[in-house]
């Protein structure tokens, strides 16, 4: 994950950027920089690809000298960890610099319109194209404020921006579009920061405000100011941030949970990094561990996992199956390593498991692996034991989750197992181009699918307050969202201790219809596709026998008004992409209710992060 920090004061920037990004660095990154601006000669860039370290050994004791400054841990997205690449990036003439996270999802077609104006651009990344745009609106006369805001409604996507120019001498200007990660701003004595999270400001400043999406804030020396886009100024108090790092470390969210919710737009971008060429539509798995041979002699995929990770198998299910033509099956690992199955050295075996340490994923890992399969499996932490197991290993890079209930590893193990089915798919040559394409773009669309989802809490709330006091729940889909129906309804129960169940509704009918009632909520997930009209007939039946029906419906579907009480809407997307926006709402219904009813909601009662026992 992308790290800033950013410092105007009295005291030399250079020093005091580099211990920042050191206090970064547990965010991951591939390379470092920073810029300070010489009060004579305007800004010094240093950057360079690789550790900390290397850039700290590049510079030795020749630090640049300066009191405004901007430094940036990267994880590349577009283009390549070289030095070129590194970040902060500047404009042709050097006199902007800007350190950028986020991915500009319209950045071709910016590049090209500022080329053809003769900007020279020196890297191959998306970032670039922001210093080049305030460049331009600097020249036309706009303060920097107004060009970061100018630039700001240019670009798509999620971001967190900051920069700064030779022009404005001691002035900082940041801006936030959707969620790409936060912005901290820090207040000292003489002095002004800001950083991506709080750890990097801890050693200079314990009061701070949140940027929020949406909002710019422009900090010098000894005055900040915010505003929304369009220039409204925006009030803002600064709170005071706790001494212990784990609670620093929950920023202002009142629980990890919640927090964890808001990280998934960054959190995918990480996943994403560097194994989806946004360019060419086509993945690249430099850690998959099968020739393209052995990938042709598959003739069964099984997934395995639990909980949570069990219903991301189960999309996985459908994604290879449908994408690879392999016979695909879904299994409980508890159950599935008692059931003496049919295994050889062409299944291959997809194990699911955030933590690396679940004991039946891990046990039924080990007796496939003694029945001769290869495997792969999703893991979100190094050195956890799936990993010394499996053939090879896709971490999931969701970051470290606290919260007990699943969240970011789910939405990350989705997005993981959607690009290792394109893969193999692509290998096989099952997939055609423009559904390659078609795939390649939506995923490029989904942090700012998952960022939008996150803009409206309010309605979970209203939500919580009218349903938080039920005490059973149906959850219904079809299809690929039939496992969200289970992970909706395994959210539900494991933080708000109320009962709920999913169920495929095309099964109501075989005996689960009589339960309902007025008493008995139903959320319906019903986005646009090939079951749309089979999923609207069920939802019809359950709201015909009193049924309250929730509806999770594709943004544009009203028709879906006429039979729900309340309908969520998820942005449109290809009916294989659905799952993945589709479980924001999940976890934003079961978290307000669980708020609602004063429940533990990181550490709920008897659950464990990681089931190292049977
Ligand atoms: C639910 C949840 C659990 C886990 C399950 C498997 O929110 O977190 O159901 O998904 O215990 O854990 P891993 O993925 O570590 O194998």
Redesign the pocket.
């Known amino acids: 994950m992308c790290g800033i920090i950013a410092y105007t004061g009295d005291r030399q920037a250079a020093q005091l950027l580099l211990d920042g990004l050191s206090k970064l660095e547990y965010r991951g990154y591939d390379s470092t920089g920073i810029s300070v601006i010489d009060p004579k000669d305007g800004p010094k860039v240093h950057k360079s690809s690789g550790k900390l370290q290397v850039l700290l050994d590049i510079l030795g004791n020749n630090l640049p000298s300066g009191t405004i400054g901007i430094g940036h841990t990267r994880w590349a997205t577009h283009g390549k960890p070289t030095d070129f690449n590194a970040h902060p990036h500047t404009d042709c003439s050097t006199d902007v610099v800007v350190a950028h996270n986020g991915i500009v999802e319209n950045y071709l077609e910016i590049k090209d319109e500022l080329q053809r104006e003769g900007h020279k651009f020196a890297s191959e990344t998306d970032s670039e194209v922001l210093p080049h745009l305030i460049e331009r609106f600097m020249a036309q006369g706009y303060t920097l404020e107004e060009s970061m805001r100018n630039s700001a409604q240019r670009i798509r996507g999620a971001h967190a921006v900051v920069a700064a120019s030779r022009h404005e001498p001691g002035k900082i200007v940041a801006f936030r579009l959707g969620n790409a990660g936060g912005i901290v701003v820090g207040y000292g004595k003489n002095e002004m920061l800001l950083a991506s999270d709080i750890p990097a400001l801890l050693n200079h400043t314990k009061t701070v405000a949140y940027l929020g999406a949406g909002e710019t804030v422009s900090i010098t020396n000894n005055q900040v100011t915010y505003s929304l886009l369009d220039g409204t100024p925006v009030g803002k108090k600064p709170s005071q941030v706790s001494y212990d790092p784990l609670s620093a470390a929950k920023g202002n969210y009142p629980h990890f949970m919640i927090k964890e919710i808001h990280e998934q737009p960054e959190a995918v971008v990480n996943t994403l990094r560097e194994r989806i060429s946004f360019d060419e539509f086509r993945t690249t798995l430099d850690e998959f561990p099968f020739s393209d041979k052995e990938v042709r002699e598959f003739n069964r995929v099984v997934l395995i ?6 219903h991301a198998a189960m999309v996985g299910q459908t994604w290879i199956e449908s994408l690879t033509r392999i016979p695909t099956e879904a299994n409980n690992s508890s159950e599935y390593r008692y059931r003496n199955p049919i295994i050889d050295k062409r299944t291959l075996v997809i194990s ?7 004991a039946d ?1 891990v046990s039924a890992m080990e007796m496939a692996k003694n029945l001769g399969a290869r495997q792969i499996t999703l893991c979100n932490i190094e050195g956890a034991q799936s990993t010394r197991i499996a053939d090879g290993t896709m971490f999931i890079r969701a970051g470290l989750e606290v919260g ?3 969240s970011k ?2 939405v990350c193990s989705l997005t993981t197992l959607l690009v290792l089915a394109i893969y193999i798919a692509e290998r096989r040559g099952t997939l055609s181009e423009n559904h390659a394409r078609e795939l390649v773009t939506e995923l490029s669309r989904l942090p700012n699918m998952l960022g939008s989802l996150l803009s409206n809490e309010q309605q979970y709330q209203t939500l919580a307050r009218d349903y938080g006091n039920y005490s059973n729940f149906l959850f219904l889909g079809r299809g690929i969202n039939h496992p969200l129906a289970l992970e909706g309804a ?2 539900l129960k ?1 933080i708000s201790y109320i009962h709920a169940e999913g169920y495929q509704a095309g099964e109501m009918k075989h005996g689960p219809i009589s339960l309902i009632d007025k008493n008995m909520p139903i959320v319906a997930l019903i986005p646009q596709d090939d079951l749309y009209e089979k999923m609207f007939n069920n939802m019809n039946e359950a709201a015909a026998r009193g049924g309250k029906v929730i509806a999770i419906a594709s943004e544009g579907d009203s028709e879906v008004e006429g039979i729900a009480e309340h309908v969520i809407y998820v942005p449109a997307t290809s009916p294989l992409i659905n799952p993945i926006p589709m479980a924001v709402p999940m976890q934003l219904f079961a978290y307000e209710i669980a708020v609602h009813r004063g429940c533990e909601i990181d550490q709920p009662r008897n659950l464990a ?3 190292t026992v049977e």
Request: aromatic residues 4%; hydrophobic residues 35%; proline residues 0%.
């Open positions: 996992g639990m909980g949570t990770s069990l699911i498991a955030q933590s690396g340490e679940t994923t007990v209930a699943s590893t789910f395994l959210k494991e992060k990681s089931v």
